[in-house]
């Protein structure tokens, strides 16, 4: 398997802070492409050797918007157990319902477009019913819960032009801290 060769923005790149497009059907080859190389790349950057082999940082999720098309396309890769991997495709995403729990991630969120380190904590929902297509124009709903929610709530906000660094109150990155759960 090769690393496909994609060009992930960085965070400051406008496109980053603009709201993606709806989805129209058939994908063209070109979006089924880019897809399949999204997902590849994810899975490459999440088995270890492949940071050092190929100067990746490892990431569950992408968006269209971070390679510079403005499409309400993400994908997510979850590692499921050691070496096995389920992905997502997800087109065109609604926020169905979501808990009124709300979540972080204790050791902080990041990002593909983000090279530095951030502090602070991004509120999320603990859990989320989303409605979407896959890669052939197909509807489904999905349930997702606790690290799954956080990234899918990450890609949404991408397609929405809001990076989690915008998220994160800048006098107090803790702000409400102690009304969330850390996960």
């Known amino acids: 398997m090769n690393l496909p060769k994609i060009k992930i923005l960085e965070e400051h790149d406008k496109r980053l802070h603009s709201i993606s497009k709806e989805v129209s059907f058939p994908l063209d080859e070109k979006d089924k492409k ?14 270890e050797g492949n940071e050092e082999k190929y100067h990746i940082r490892a990431g569950w999720g992408l968006s269209a918007c971070q390679l510079g ?55 999320r929902y603990a859990r989320m019913t989303i409605k979407a297509q896959d890669i052939d124009g197909n509807p489904f709903e999905l349930r997702v819960r606790e690290e799954l929610s956080v990234a899918f709530q990450h890609e949404i906000d991408h397609l929405n032009g809001i990076l989690f660094v915008d998220k994160i109150d800048k006098k107090n990155p803790f702000k409400d801290k102690e009304k969330m759960r850390e996960i």
């Open 69 to 123: 098309v403005l499409k309400r396309i993400f994908v997510i890769v979850e590692e499921t157990d050691p070496g096995k991997f389920k992905n997502y495709v997800v087109i065109n995403p609604k926020v169905l319902s979501h808990s009124e729990e709300l979540i972080y991630v204790g050791e902080g969120e990041g990002c593909l477009s983000v090279n530095r380190e951030v502090t602070g904590i991004v509120p």
């Open 34 to 47: 880019m897809i399949q190389d999204m997902l590849v790349y994810l899975k490459m950057s999440q088995i």
